[in-house]
């Protein structure tokens, strides 16, 4: 059986960036002069977040990347974490390597961003996650979801909908084929934050957002804070091959428009600047693709390969027009 | 029933201290300069750490109050908190005032330290409170448990015991009349942080802690992290008519020793200084007491009414002698 000390030492690090680190009342933390700081919080509960059975490993690894996610939606450097831990007593008597790997795959992130873990909690409970996420960005730069302005450009990194054809895959609705179940399950269970394109953003995007809760609800999030209304064209949106191949399932469309936990960005950028986007597209080795545009008004349209408005059965985004 | 937005806007509040508050990807604050961050999280598990029946508003004021607590044994300015929340569906369901009841305690507390809640998450488990607390504190001058020197007068503030005193009524290994159970589960429910005694004990103080896991346990840290023993004279320690009551069975003193929850200070003050705390404690109208003093060495002696060592059935902490 683990101990709480052993589970503590576990997630014990010294860090040269912490002025004082995990042991006492509270870590201290010194900030750079100059910067803002940024702050999130994201509770991952077993049974909602992930399936129960879930690799340790990658499950440390997930956890952390939903925070980056939305560091790297703000343009910020993500440099301090917390970590509030329940774990049932079951897991700690009877899997005592779970911690270890979770604990494994958090820092093996951690560590490739400089994120140093400042402080913590364990306790016992039902398997929870909870995770904080400091990090700094320049006063005033920070990238917010109500800079959008009419004419702007809409971009999004990467892919969308591998990961939720993943969920959709153990939910029986689809079968994907071995190969294509694993390309899509590690876009649902090691998601990339973009935090490298987020900051090379700042002085370029008017605003961004992670794509956490789907495209659409969260590039409503934007119209929404911005007031602004939106096209987009669903035949420019870049997907895996595994999405296009099972393109014509009405529930495959939804996984790209309305999935979520693709946790790539969705950001708008004035048009005459689209070239220097193509410019960092290239420098990061990441797809930034342009998928629709920004419009006075108010309210989101779907145009279809043949132009023509579409319908969605659910995008998580209220102010989605039903026409 | 009460959807998420509903339970967002129970929690959504402006404010001035912050430059962006709850609803983009992440908060953003702006710390004074000539300050270091002071950062501590607190996971509070139904079952765990409340008994699941516990008042809402009481629970809230409560899991704010533990986070304020370690920003008080830091000599930090609690300012920014962060709030992730598991709550049952039924819950939710069958009881919609809970969350409204939970979120009026929670910034009763938070408003009279003017402490903003810039960030949250709101999903769906057992229910878990996890707050993350952030402060401001003077660079250099935060109190640590590392700072105890030999020589040093040990202080409490407040009173110990009531708080485990309230379990042993609720676990019926003690009888509490109504008046005394209502004393003693006030101090179990509705702390109160020492967040103007610590500040006050910058620059007078060695070290400090909070006492959340009992007297014992929590003055070991501090003799750990500096190297030192400490002497501590029950007789002396300060606590209820309540407790003095039932003082002749063995587990009251535990609680006052071991019992925790107290979440008043343990610090230790140079000899020659004793004056200005006695000064503090009139000017805060708050009992602050000698209990005892930090030696060479390392052990913590406790001795009782006849200035003979005690031996704890259980103190928490590890160093304890078991003569």
Known sequence: MVSEADIISFFKRSDPNVVLGPGDDSALIKPKS??????????????????????PFKLGHKALAVNLSDMAAMGANPRWATMALA??????????KWIQEFARGFF??????????IGGDVT??????????????????????????????IWISGKLGNAALAILHEKKKIK????????????????????????????????????????????????EHSNVAATVNISKINCSGVIEKYLSQQHVVSCMLAGGDD????????????????????EIGIPLTRIGKINKGEGLVVLDQTEKPITMEKTGYDHFPST
């Open 87 to 96: 774990l049932p007593e079951s897991l700690v008597k009877n899997d005592p």
């Open 108 to 117: 093996e992130l951690a560590n490739s961003y400089e994120v140093a873990l």
């Open 176 to 223: 994907l084929e071995p190969n294509e179940l694993i390309e899509c399950l590690n876009s649902l269970l090691i998601p990339v934050a973009r935090v490298g394109l987020g900051q090379r953003l700042i002085g370029l995007a008017n605003s961004a957002i992670d794509i956490s809760d789907g495209l659409l609800a969260d590039l409503g999030h934007i119209l």
């Open 124 to 153: 016992c409970g039902p398997l929870t996650i909870s995770i904080q996420i400091i990090g700094e960005v320049i006063i005033g730069k920070a990238l917010r979801r109500s800079g959008a302005i009419p004419g702007d450009d």
């Open 263 to 282: 946790y790539e960005l969705c950001f708008t950028v004035p048009r005459e600047r689209r070239s220097k986007v193509d410019k960092i597209s290239q």
């Open 34 to 55: 100059g910067m803002e700081i940024a702050v999130s919080t994201d509770m991952l509960v077993a049974g909602q977040h992930f399936f129960t059975e879930t690799d």
